[in-house]
C-alpha cells in the first residue's frame, strides 16, 4: 500500500481541460480580491472582533488581529506560489497532492470540507440572527422559526443559501459579479463606522491595553475553567484556563482566524481565473491587504467606544452591540444593515470553496467520479446543489456555534501543510515556471508552519478532540472507499490512453505523469 503516491503538476493541469470536468476561466484579479474581502468582512468584522475582545485579549485584540494577520501573509505567499504554479481546483489538497502525497493530500482535503461546510453554515445561521435583530430594530416582526413537529427549523439560513446556490449554478462570472457589488456596499458601511466611531472613543477604554491574566470562568458566564474548555498548551502545561493577559492575545489570535477563511475559499477558485499565474496571487495579496486594515480598524474602534469588561457582560458581544453600549443606537441600525449584507456575500463564497473541494476530489477518484460533472455553463450543478443541501439542513436544524472553532483548526491544518510543501517542491520540482515565487525560502515558510501550530495549540481541547474524531471519519472513507477508486481511476486513464494507439515514448512519458509515483 503506498499512501504517498504523488500525481504530477502536468496531470494535474490536464485534468482541468478534461471534457465535461472542466471549469470555465472567467475570473480576474479584483474579482478574486472582492471574493476574498467578502468571505472576511462578515462575521469576522461583525463578531467575532468583538468577542475576542470581550472574552480574550481587551483592547490588545487589536494585536491578535495583527498576529493573525502576519501569520496568514505569510501563507498568503505560500498560496500565491502554487495556485501560479498549479491553477486547479482545489487549494490546498491539490497542491498537496503534487507534494506530499495522496494520503496527506485526502487528510487536508477532508479538513477543507470541514472547514468550508462548518464556516458556511455558521455565517448562514448567524445571518438569520442578525436579520431577526435588523427587522427587530426597524420594528418589524419577523419569525424567523417554524415549528416541525418536535424540531425548529430556521427558514433564513436555508432561503441565502438556496439564493446563492442558484447563483453558482447559473454561473461562477455572475455570482461574483453580484458579490462583488454587495461587497462594495459593505465595504463602504464599514468605514463609515470606522469613522463615526471616532467621535465616541474614550481613551481610558484601552487602558490597561494589555488586561491582567483572571479565571476564564469569571469573564464568560456560563464557561467553566475545566478541561475541555481550556487551550490545549494550557492543559499540557497544567495551568488552568485563563483570560486576557498575554496569552489571551493569542487565544484571540486562535478565534479571529475564522476571520481569514477568505483566501483560502479564494484559492479554490483558481482553476476559474483568467491569467491564473498572474492573476490569482495579485486577488489573495490584494485581498488580505485590505482585511488586515480593516479588522485592525474596527477593533480600535470597538475597544475604543466601550470598555472590554462592559462588553465581556453583553450576551452576545458585537459591532453593534458596542455602539449601543455607547449610547450609539442609530450606528446599530446602519451596522445590521452592514451585517445582513456582509453575510450574505460570505456565504456565496464559502459555497463556492465547499464545491470546489469536493470537485477536485472527486475528479481524482478519492471521492465518486460522477460527482465532477460539470454542465454546460461549466459550474458543476449537482455538487453544488448537493453541498448545499447539507449546509442548509446543518444552518437550519441545528446550533452550530459551538462549531466554529472547527473552522479555525482546519484552516490552520490547510496553511501548516501548504506553507511545508513549498521548499518540498522547490527542491522536487525547480523546473516548473512560477507566476510567483515566495522569498525567505525556505526559512520563511518554516517559520510560518511553526506560527499555525502556536496558534491552533491555543484552541481549547475539547476543539482538538472534535477534530481527532472528524479526522478518525476520514480514514474509515479514505480506507474504505478512495484509496481504492483512486488507484483503480488513475490505472484506467492509463490504460485508455495506451488503447488509443498513443507513441511509445509518449505513451510511457504519460503513464509516468498518470500512476501515482513511489
Not at 51 to 63: E, L, T
Not at 206 to 220: G, L, Q
Not at 424 to 429: D, P, S, T
Amino acid at each position: 500500500m503506498d499512501l504517498f503516491r504523488t500525481k504530477s503538476v502536468e496531470r494535474t493541469l490536464d485534468e482541468t481541460r478534461e471534457e465535461g470536468r472542466s471549469l470555465k476561466r472567467n475570473l480576474n484579479a479584483w474579482d478574486l480580491a472582492l471574493m476574498c474581502v467578502a468571505v472576511a468582512v462578515g462575521a469576522g468584522i461583525f463578531s467575532v472582533g468583538a468577542q475576542a475582545a470581550a472574552y480574550y485579549a481587551g483592547p490588545s485584540s487589536i494585536i491578535s488581529f495583527l498576529i493573525a494577520g502576519i501569520v496568514c501573509g505569510g501563507t498568503v505567499l505560500c498560496y500565491a506560489e502554487f495556485t501560479s504554479m498549479v491553477p486547479a481546483a482545489g487549494s490546498a489538497y491539490t497542491f498537496t497532492y503534487t507534494t506530499v502525497g495522496e494520503f496527506v493530500a485526502w487528510i487536508i482535503g477532508w479538513d477543507l470540507v470541514l472547514e468550508m461546510l462548518m464556516a458556511g453554515a455558521v455565517v448562514a445561521k448567524y445571518w438569520g440572527v442578525y436579520l431577526s435583530d435588523f427587522t427587530r430594530l426597524m420594528g418589524w416582526n419577523l419569525r424567523m422559526t417554524v415549528q416541525l413537529g418536535p424540531v425548529s427549523f430556521d427558514w433564513a439560513p436555508f432561503l441565502i443559501i438556496a439564493f446563492f446556490t442558484a447563483l453558482l449554478v447559473i454561473g461562477t462570472q455572475l455570482s461574483a459579479r453580484v458579490d462583488g457589488t454587495l461587497t462594495a456596499i459593505k465595504i463602504g458601511i464599514v468605514l463609515f463606522i470606522i469613522v463615526a466611531g471616532l467621535f465616541y472613543i474614550k481613551w481610558s477604554n484601552f487602558v490597561p491595553f494589555i488586561p491582567h491574566s483572571a479565571p476564564a470562568s469569571s469573564v464568560r458566564q456560563g464557561v467553566s475553567s475545566g478541561l475541555m474548555e481550556q487551550p490545549l498548551w494550557q492543559w499540557i502545561s497544567g495551568r488552568k484556563a485563563t483570560a486576557y493577559g498575554v496569552p489571551g492575545i493569542f487565544s484571540g489570535a486562535a478565534l479571529v482566524f475564522f476571520a481569514f477563511v477568505g483566501f483560502d475559499a479564494v484559492a479554490t477558485a483558481s482553476e476559474e481565473a483568467k491569467n491564473p499565474e498572474k492573476t490569482v496571487p495579485h486577488g489573495i495579496i490584494l485581498g488580505l491587504s485590505i482585511i488586515i486594515v480593516l479588522y485592525m480598524a474596527v477593533a480600535f474602534v470597538t475597544t475604543g467606544i466601550v470598555s472590554y469588561k462592559t462588553l465581556a457582560k453583553a450576551p452576545n458581544p458585537s459591532l453593534s452591540v458596542a455602539f449601543e453600549l455607547a449610547g450609539a443606537s442609530w450606528a446599530a441600525k446602519i451596522i445590521s444593515i452592514g451585517i445582513v449584507i456582509g453575510m450574505a456575500t460570505v456565504v456565496m463564497v464559502l459555497l463556492l470553496g465547499l464545491t470546489r473541494i469536493l470537485f477536485a476530489m472527486s475528479r481524482d477518484g478519492l471521492l465518486p467520479r460522477n460527482l465532477s460533472k460539470t454542465n454546460k455553463r461549466g459550474t458543476p450543478a449537482a455538487l453544488q446543489i448537493g453541498g448545499a443541501v447539507v449546509m442548509a439542513c446543518i444552518a437550519s436544524f441545528f446550533d452550530v456555534s459551538v462549531l466554529s472553532d472547527m473552522v479555525n483548526i482546519g484552516t490552520l491544518s490547510a496553511f501548516l501543510l501548504v506553507s511545508l510543501a513549498i521548499p518540498i517542491m522547490r527542491n522536487r520540482r525547480p523546473d516548473l515556471k512560477r507566476g510567483f515565487t515566495m522569498p525567505g525560502n525556505p526559512w520563511l515558510p518554516i517559520l510560518t508552519a511553526v506560527a499555525c501550530v502556536f496558534i491552533s495549540i491555543n484552541l481549547s481541547v475539547l476543539t482538538w478532540i472534535r477534530f481527532l474524531v472528524w479526522l478518525l471519519i476520514g480514514f474509515v472513507v479514505y480506507f474504505g472507499y478512495s484509496y481504492r477508486h483512486a488507484g483503480i481511476r488513475t490505472l484506467e486513464v492509463v490504460d485508455g490512453e495506451l488503447d488509443a494507439g498513443a507513441s511509445g515514448d509518449a505513451s510511457s512519458a504519460e503513464s509516468r505523469d498518470a500512476v501515482p509515483a513511489n
